[in-house]
């Protein structure tokens, strides 16, 4: 007869095993991310984005049909060069180790662990604002087709896309707080990554974060699916008048 302790260690360490199983297989997905997805995504991106830049600033697509340059064109080409500086500065990642916090010095691995995250968030609130931005202008444009001639001109919609790239930026700052720089002096170990003021364990952290996931999710994805059932709206009824 089997003692009772055998029964109960034999009952445990399939568990354990299989916990450890899990985070093995979670560490490999990641793993798998950072070195072939995140590059080849990237890779295309940054092409795709410069072919963007290019072709937006030729001199046949910058005008309207009106003849003044188009406001769709000018946050088009907002967008290209905030989605190729977020792809730009999430590239590196299968390079460098994105979870090392221990340096030697003061290179370039250091402040890309540092201060990447803070770029990166920036470049995806920028990006969802300035498609916000172009939804509601589209929106205004159709629904309210008289009123968008006071907001057509070039010098409007520039500083209309620059301001709301310019707030975002600002708003996602404290994301650049989120670690410290401790300097110990050791042989093998002269910097390290601490805890900064605004690190996401932190409880102002954590507020801030849920601000971020608020403004830069819930407001934007409701905001566009007004626009977008607005537009269907006016286009069913536009669409109701033509027949008759």
Known sequence: MAAPWATNTSSVRPTEDGEHGINRHHGDLISALDNYVTPIVCGCGIIGNILNLIILNRKKFQKSEGGKE????????????????????????????????VFT????????QMYSTGIITTCILVSTWLIVTLAVMRYIAICY??????????????????VVSLVCVLAN???????????????????????????????????FLWVRVITGTFIPAAMLIFCNLSLIVALQRSYKMRQQ
């Not at 087709?145 to 620059?162: D, M, Q, V």
């Not at 404290?174 to 093998?188: A, D, I, N, R, T």
């Not at 170990?189 to 409880?203: E, F, R, S, T, W």
Request: proline share 5%; glycine share 8%; charged share 15%.
């Open 70 to 101: 188009s406001g769709a064109h000018i946050g088009l080409v907002f967008l290209a060069v905030s989605d190729l500086i977020f792809c730009l500065t999430l590239f590196p990642r299968f390079i460098l180790a994105s979870h090392k916090s």
């Open 173 to 207: 700052l404290p994301s650049f707080w989120q670690y410290k720089l401790v300097e110990l002096g050791m042989p093998q170990a002269d910097y390290i990554l601490d805890i900064g003021y605004m690190n996401n364990d932190l409880p102002r952290g954590k507020a």
């Open 105 to 112: 010095g003061k290179d370039f691995r250091l402040f890309y």
């Open 145 to 162: 087709p008289f009123k968008i001639r006071a907001f057509s001109g070039r010098g409007f919609n520039t500083s209309l896309y620059a």
